[in-house]
């Protein structure tokens, strides 16, 4: 069997499976949201943080409980990285470096997963399971809980209420991520994944010295980091570790982990609206854009330039021949469009054009499919823009679902819209203007190295946490840098989201007139396509120009 054809086999299995559980996963998301009882693990939750399950909110009440949450684990995790020495399992590791504890904490909590440190010598178990893990559950619980939150916005009317943070965050966690990625776990570890409580086991080599391969509890965080696209990885080479990835198998369970809710919870709108057309279209954008992407790189990692890969086949360099292009390029596109930031090959060994490909996947939003949550709150922010200027160009107010979208609607989304833009390139222009900070962090000149600066900021930026890896990024200005840009990136979009989902849930419900646009039709999927990709050429276009599309087209 040729390595494209066995690229072609994984991909329709991926796409089979993703088809198979898309009702069944998408009607249970809904109803995991809509319903009206609460479990009794659930109930004991709310006892203890001592909250009313039954007691709604308004966007800004559910925006100060989210804002406080997400601080509280900041500092908690913080200092559960600044304590490591005292605590069990921390395999004689001692606290880790305030700068490297601070950043790591910032992603983690906004489920960006940046990592800038090597995890099996500077983090202990305890430390990757009570602290990483546990915030990979919850942070990804968030941002489906925000995104359930805007579709409500919509089907509402006359109300100041959009739900309780507190019962969509243990809902998300205890109903959905928990029983999932235990499953996902216990099939992992049948897979080779490995799952020990040991520091690391002493081989000898074939050079007859003694080496320690690290070993750790990775089958656990390696299906949450999937299905939470949360993307930090347990070892330094992520899921190209054969610990965390041993075989093609594994490879494709874990891109359908990546892919599966942010898929479904299409479904999942169109059933809350009680119009499942309306998830179709969103799902065909969705699918579309990364379809596109997906094949514009494995073209370009086939037909690279230069000798050496040529005479190669292809652009192997930086890719597992466990896995080889196909597998690699299939995993590199589901990750940056899902804000995983998990790899399975090194992006920064990619063509010019392959790695231009993957840049542009998360400037484009992260919307094909996008994150847990932030993919499908992201498309319905950039639906009601497209809807917004189909309004303007026949002159008459915009509708979407009911709602008519005014200025304080379109100024919320303008908001979410802009927010990263504005992190990504203020921070690339800001550690552009100081060589001095470059000189010694950036291992690449010209086209590539201003790749690898945009590549940092755009994935911090957009909450993916994946890297270039030829940009070292641990002195105290990237570090701080860096981690503003997930903040920001982060939480003023949720902000924004849920100040437009309190402006939608308190409209009357408009009737739609001969005059209003369908929304659940092709027209309308081409229009939502066009502004995604609209919005993504104007903003990032001239940095795009100056990197990966010079460097392609040397």
Known sequence: MSVTTAGLLQLGVLLVLLAVVYVPLG???????????????????????????DAEQRWTGYAAALLAFSFLSIVL???????????????????????????????????????SYVPETVMGHLVQMAGLTVQNFVSAAVGMGVAVALV?????????????????????????????????AIVLVALGVTMSLRAGVDVTGVDGQQHTIALAPAASQEAIKELG?????????????????PNGISNVLEIFLLLVIP???????????????????????????????????????????????????????GKEVRFDIPSSVLFAVSTTGTSTGAVN???????????????????????????????????????????????????????????????PQVTAAAIAILAMPTVVLLGTGAALAQPWELSSALANTGEHGLSEVLYAYASTGNNNGSAFAGLTVTSPFFQSTLALAMLFGRFVPILAVLALAGSLAAQKRVTPGAGTLPTNGPLFGVLVGGTVVLVAALTFFPALALGPIAEALA
């Open 229 to 245: 696209t949360n993307g930090g990885g347990i070892f330094n080479a992520n899921s190209a570790h054969p610990f965390e990835n």
């Open 27 to 53: 009607n249970y998301l809904a109803a995991v949201y809509t319903s009206g009882k609460h479990w009794r693990v659930e109930k004991a939750v709310y006892r203890v943080v001592g909250v009313d399950p």
């Open 77 to 115: 995790l913080y200092l559960l990285q600044r304590l490591q020495g005292l605590l069990p399992l921390s395999l004689g590791r001692g606290p880790v470096e305030p700068g490297i504890a601070f950043n790591t904490a910032v992603s983690f909590v906004t489920n960006t997963n940046w990592q």
């Open 263 to 317: 898929v479904c919870l299409t479904r999942a709108f169109g059933v809350m609206v009680r119009d499942t057309r309306q998830g179709h279209v969103l799902l065909v954008v969705m699918g579309v854009l990364w379809g596109g992407l997906l094949t514009a790189a494995w073209w370009a990692e086939t037909h690279p330039n230069g000798p050496a890969a040529l005479l190669a086949g292809g652009a192997l360099e």
């Open 345 to 407: 090959s090194l992006h920064d060994s990619y063509t010019g054009l392959g790695g231009g490909v993957v840049l542009l996947n998360m400037l484009l939003g992260e919307v094909a499919p996008g994150g847990v949550g932030a993919g499908l709150y992201g498309i319905l922010v950039l639906a009601v823009i497209a809807v917004f200027l189909a309004g303007l160009m026949v002159g008459r107010t915009p509708e979407y679902l009911g709602k008519k979208l005014g200025r």
């Open 152 to 184: 409500r916005g919509f089907v509402r009317a006359s109300s100041d209420r959009i739900g309780n943070f507190w019962v969509d965050l243990v809902r998300g966690t205890v109903r959905v991520l928990l029983p999932i990625s235990f499953v996902a």
